[in-house]
């Protein structure tokens, strides 16, 4: 999408960062990532924001703003948003704060993961230069066409018998 407007932009947000190989650094980002980091944000977008947003709005209208503001965050509107709506679910499913902790860090420690073991991407699918954003389309949107259908089976799921009336999630 940036690519016809903004190549430079492109090749920018492509290009390498080496990573500080202290162990201290390490171990640092991982506990950052993995673990404070999900819990923070948590707490805020649904323990506080979540709540006050269905206080405000109404069920639906708290998951998907709050869910929104996650995503534009996170710089991942689609993605981090689809992952918030599901937190968003998991929390007011079961009145518990931890099952949504628990989910983001397993995402984090995953995102981490492959932060620093580097695992070898299918050739088919990495994406190193502006080039491979055309040559490699297909793939790409094979991969996000199927996660997104998990992901919306995922909120079809629990999103069913979920209370539409504010009184009954809020107390």
């Given at each position: ?57 109404s ?19 689609v ?34 993961a ?58």
């Amino acid at each position: 999408m940036l690519a016809p407007f903004a190549p430079w932009l492109v090749d920018f947000l492509l290009e390498e960062i080496p990573l500080p190989e202290s162990p201290w650094y390490i171990a640092f980002t991982i506990f950052t990532i993995a673990i404070l980091a999900p819990v923070v944000e948590e707490f805020m977008f649904r323990g506080v924001l979540l709540k006050r947003l269905i206080g405000k709005t109404s069920v639906w209208g708290g998951i998907l703003i709050s869910s929104l503001v996650f995503g534009v965050l996170h710089l991942d509107v689609v993605g981090a948003f689809l992952f918030g709506v599901i937190a968003s679910l998991l929390y007011l499913r079961t009145n518990n704060l931890l099952v949504p902790i628990f989910l983001h860090i397993i995402n984090n420690s995953l995102a981490a993961a492959s932060l620093f073991l580097a695992p070898k991407w299918p050739e088919s699918v990495a994406i190193f230069n502006f080039t491979d954003v055309y040559t490699k389309a297909m793939p790409n949107t094979v991969m996000l066409v199927v996660s997104a259908l998990f992901m919306l089976g995922a909120i079809y799921w629990l999103a069913r018998g979920l209370p539409t009336e504010k009184e009954s999630i809020s107390e």
